[in-house]
């Protein structure tokens, strides 16, 4: 059985800094994509950012220049470090991955949601 199991997120002042991290376990043959999303209080769920297994990335407007994301492929791990912090950054941020279970078999996958709170 596959997870995605994230840590990382806490409490930080506006400017501050988190690091995240979310590493997938079980078995399976390969990932593909892997994102960070985010859900705010009374909001959709939004893309933050992507890496794709080549390494190219995407990121959402409101984070370009702030967050970046990176993949450690021989951990199975995405992170995603948060710098200069904004209190509309607060949000609860799941980890996503698209993992093949098999060699044509895939779907998408969920973190639990860690909680990041930007707040002085």
């Known amino acids: 059985q596959v997870q995605l199991v994230e840590s990382g997120g806490g409490l930080v002042q506006p400017g501050g800094s988190l690091r995240l991290s979310c590493t997938a376990s079980?078995?399976?043959?390969?990932?593909?994509?892997m994102g960070w999303y985010r859900q705010a209080p009374g909001k959709q769920r939004e893309q933050v950012a992507r890496?794709?297994?080549?390494?190219?990335?995407n990121y959402a407007d409101s984070v370009k220049g702030r967050f970046t994301i990176s993949r450690d492929n021989a951990k199975n791990t995405v992170y995603l470090q948060m710098n200069s912090l904004k209190p509309e950054d607060t949000a609860v941020y799941y980890c996503?991955?698209?993992?093949?279970?098999?060699?044509?078999?895939?779907?998408?996958?969920w973190g639990q949601g860690t909680q990041v709170t930007v707040s002085s």
């Open positions: 996503n991955a698209h993992i093949f279970t098999e060699r044509f078999r895939s779907r998408d996958y």
């Open positions: 079980g078995r399976f043959f390969s990932i593909d994509t």
């Open positions: 890496i794709e297994s080549d390494g190219s990335t």
